[in-house]
């Protein structure tokens, strides 16, 4: 009888509480699904039930240990949980909706051809292409995070995407061959880019700093990177950074297209 009153008292307010804590978890967990967060993520909740469940079973020693760690839980989440915190704050704080018009691309009836949309095919021809010269390349493909953070480092751009123009760009005798490229909606926003290089993560030798600051940018945001080997000329995609060879550049181009789509 007690959980029927209960559930009588259930509000408009309540229901609302409960849809917008779904969503909240649901972000977090599609924002560290595919890294190692999320193993510690479904460890702190398993934690926290068991704390509630040897509290409600009276096993005293077991719940004053639990409850000692959930008392530090929060500072503790913010060590662990750094760069995944990084990254949500950088996509709260820097998401441009109004420049981005992700909203509006909803509604086909709102779609124009005017309308760019990134070419995946076309980037992964010119990294082949650069690829077979051991032309070295590093390309930033923003999505929800707004990177025009980045833009200041390097020089402003507003160049419709090209094979021939990324190839121009990325040659070697090129005075912008230097550092990264950042693209949006098919709009290359700016060459020369300086990113931030991870130096802490593990990484094989042979992979150098463009892989070193894809790795960096991938982490911080949510941009995925393309990364042409000027020792190998073997094409890298990184997400979350973690990095994948795609030997098959049809597969590339599928998983880069579905990412940004």
């Known amino acids: ?14 229901v ?4 917008l804590v779904a969503l909240l978890l649901y972000y977090v967990y599609k924002l560290i699904k595919g ?25 005293e020693l077991l719940s004053s240990i639990f409850g000692g760690f959930m008392s530090v839980g929060i500072i503790a989440l913010i060590v662990v949980f750094q760069p995944e915190i990084r990254k949500f704050l950088l996509m709260v704080g820097s998401t441009n909706f109004a420049t981005k018009s992700k909203f509006s691309k909803r509604f ?12 995946a095919d076309i980037i992964v021809a010119a990294c082949v ?25 390097g020089d402003e751009m507003n160049i419709q995407v090209t094979q021939p ?9 090129s005075p912008l061959h230097d550092g990264a490229i950042i693209i ?13 290089v991870n130096n802490e993560k593990n990484i094989p030798e042979r992979f150098g700093l463009r892989h070193r600051a894809a790795v960096g940018i991938t982490e911080k945001t949510d941009a995925i990177a393309i990364v042409v080997s000027e020792e190998t000329g073997q094409v890298s ?10 030997k098959n550049t049809e597969e590339l181009t599928e998983k880069i297209k579905t990412e940004l789509s």
């Open 237 to 246: 995609y990184l997400k979350n950074g973690e990095f994948v060879i795609y």
């Open 165 to 173: 123009i990324l190839e121009s760009i990325f040659f070697k005798n």
């Open 35 to 59: 890294t190692v967060a999320i193993n510690i993520f479904i460890g702190i909740i398993f934690i926290y039930l068991a704390s509630r469940l040897t509290s409600a079973l009276e096993m």
């Open 129 to 153: 292409k650069m690829g077979s010269s051991k032309t070295g390349a590093l390309i930033v493909l923003e999505r929800n995070n707004n990177l025009d953070f980045l833009i200041s480092t």
């Open 184 to 196: 949006a909606d098919n709009i290359i926003k700016a060459t020369r880019v300086i990113l931030p």
């Open 1 to 14: 009888m007690e959980l029927f009153d209960d559930l009588l008292k259930f509000t408009v307010i309540d």
């Open 108 to 119: 086909k009836f709102l779609k124009t051809t005017s309308l760019n949309e990134t070419k």
């Open 16 to 19: 609302i509480d409960v849809i």
